[in-house]
């Protein structure tokens, strides 16, 4: 089974530009979630879809978007890019029973820097 | 919102000796506290979790132990070997998915 699957893995933008990051989840798996991770700071959660529904939202001003898709493919964007925006963002996928949280399967992720 | 503090931030241990990882929360309605370990430059894994109607979870020599009223909970890693040395990420939910992680520590087994 494939696991999960982040594109472009690395990119470099200017501020004030935007950038679109794309996650394909685990066959099977409806629940996307992304988390921004710096050094230091660990992983901070920006959101989490299921069946093209955000369900949740972190503490991210409103630059940080996402979307699902019907077979679950899931986009982020970031607009207006700020130097402050230059991590490792990581997508991850999960089959969730009755809501109950498990396990996330993590990608490799998408490294942006912002110049 | 949850609040997740990790202690210590580095951990130097002897090949063989246990390291002990300890985190705490803030937010009683908590109920999945999972461990995530991310070696250098490769994705996070998990290797534990333990829900709030556990006290402790053992799986080889990795265990994890949770205090519901004072709030914290503990990973333990005995008879540490090299392939141990990675980042170490606690995290808490209230079971909606949403994980709030701590700040990792990075552990280093020295041979």
């Known amino acids: 089974k494939a696991g999960v699957t982040q594109t472009p893995r690395y990119l470099i933008k200017t501020r004030g530009q935007q950038v679109t990051l794309s996650c394909s989840p685990i066959s099977g798996h409806r629940s996307v979630s992304w988390y921004q991770q710096t050094p230091g700071q660990g992983l901070q959660f920006l959101f989490e879809y299921f069946s093209e529904t955000q369900r949740n939202k972190g503490n991210f001003p409103g630059r940080f978007s996402g979307r699902q898709f019907s077979n679950s493919r899931s986009e982020m964007n970031v607009s207006t890019l700020e130097l402050g925006d230059s991590a490792l963002y990581l997508c991850a996928s999960a089959s969730p029973r009755d809501r109950v949280t498990g396990e996330l399967f993590f990608g490799e992720g998408s490294r942006l820097t912002v110049l | 919102g949850e609040n997740v503090e990790q202690h210590p931030s580095t951990l130097s241990v002897q090949e063989g000796d246990s390291a002990v990882i300890k985190c705490t929360y803030s937010?009683?309605?908590?109920?999945?506290f999972p461990w995530y370990k991310q070696e250098l430059g490769k994705r996070p894994q998990l290797i534990i979790d333990i829900r709030s109607n556990v006290g402790e979870k053992k799986d080889q020599r990795i265990a994890v132990t949770l205090n519901k009223t004072a709030k914290h909970f503990s990973l333990h890693i005995t008879e540490t070997q090299p392939e141990d040395s990675a980042v170490y990420f606690c995290?808490?939910?209230?079971?909606?998915?949403?994980?709030?992680f701590g700040a990792g520590t990075t552990v280093t087994v020295r041979a």
């Open positions: 995290a808490a939910s209230i079971g909606d998915y949403k994980l709030s």
């Open positions: 937010d009683s309605a908590s109920n999945y």
